[in-house]
């Protein structure tokens, strides 16, 4: 089955550590993106990535780093330098990074203890 | 940044009854498209519509781009439909067209 893949689910680190979210997608899409959802609150972006070996700061990237050396692959590390790092965190992707529809995985919740 | 507006924020209603979701944005934008968030979390498309009308069973959804808007509709509501609706639009910032969510509309319906 085509889609995006998140992991893990569920994560509980400890303040001070860094966590790598994973987000792969066997979609063949070019564009990909990261964004981050608190309760009750809309979603925010956090990186996004146009094509391989290239990406983007979106609005809240502070304390967060990403790498696209794969097409499939743009996973998210949330470093300790991110103040309030607890969150839902939402992977997306698309065919063409200008249009087309967005596509998301099912998420990865993160608790910072 | 473009200002991406939803109302009502919360609404509450009565299995089998209608209701009307709104999208407002600041700026024109490139894309729109609603999405439904499940209980578990995850986003699920609803309609992709840049412009014009579309439906999609008791869904249906009209974006009037030129007034900055777009609207969705749900007929004869289920529970199933309980969720949070999000419209994401997409101004051009910096060389780009980024998705740009608003702050959702959280539905209840109750059997």
């Known amino acids: 089955d085509g889609g995006i893949t998140q992991s893990p689910k569920y994560l509980f680190r400890k303040e001070g550590q860094n966590v790598t979210l994973s987000c792969e997608q066997n979609l063949n899409h070019d564009a990909m993106y990261w964004y981050r959802q608190d309760p009750g609150q809309g979603l925010r972006l956090i990186y996004y990535s146009q094509i391989v070996n290239d990406f983007q700061k979106g609005d809240i990237a502070e304390g967060y780093s990403v790498s696209r050396e794969k097409k499939e692959s743009f996973p998210l590390t949330v470093t300790s330098a991110q103040k309030n790092p607890t969150a839902f965190y939402l992977c997306?992707?698309?065919?063409?990074?200008?249009?087309?529809?967005?596509?998301f995985g099912e998420g990865s919740r993160l608790t910072v203890l | 940044g473009i200002q991406v507006e939803q109302s009502p924020p919360d609404l509450i209603l009565q299995e089998g009854a209608n209701s009307t979701l709104r999208c407002n944005f600041s700026?024109?934008?490139?894309?729109l498209q609603w999405f439904h968030q499940n209980p578990w979390g995850q986003l699920i498309n609803l309609f992709y519509i840049p412009s014009g009308t579309k439906q999609n069973g008791r869904l249906s959804a009209t974006t009037v781009a030129t007034e900055r808007y777009s609207l969705l509709y749900i007929s004869s509501s289920q529970t199933t439909d309980s969720g949070v609706y999000f419209c994401a639009v997409e101004p051009w910032a910096g060389g780009s067209y980024i998705p740009t969510f608003g702050r959702g509309t959280s539905l209840i319906v109750h059997p």
């Open positions: 997306a992707s698309r065919d063409r990074g200008q249009v087309g529809e967005l596509f």
């Open positions: 700026d024109s934008v490139n894309n």
